[in-house]
């Protein structure tokens, strides 16, 4: 077998295998319980908001 063959069966292999340890992975935390923060845990800083509206009148002669 030529080395370009070995080294493109190789790639595709470890490739191969990389997706399906990602798919685990992903399974693995996707089944985790998530749970909310409770409320009392939950840092909220105050927001400022400013909004500002500018509206120019169109005079017609």
């Given amino acids: 077998m030529e ?4 080294i493109a069966i190789l790639t595709g292999a470890i490739s191969i295998i990389l997706a399906i340890v990602y798919l685990i992975l992903v ?12 409320i009392s845990q939950v840092v909220s800083s105050p927001v400022i908001t400013i909004s ?10």
């Fill in 3 to 6: 080395r370009s063959k070995i």
């Fill in 52 to 61: 500002h509206w500018q509206v120019d009148k169109i005079t017609q002669i």
């Fill in 27 to 38: 399974q693995l935390l996707d089944y985790r319980d998530m749970k909310p923060a409770p």
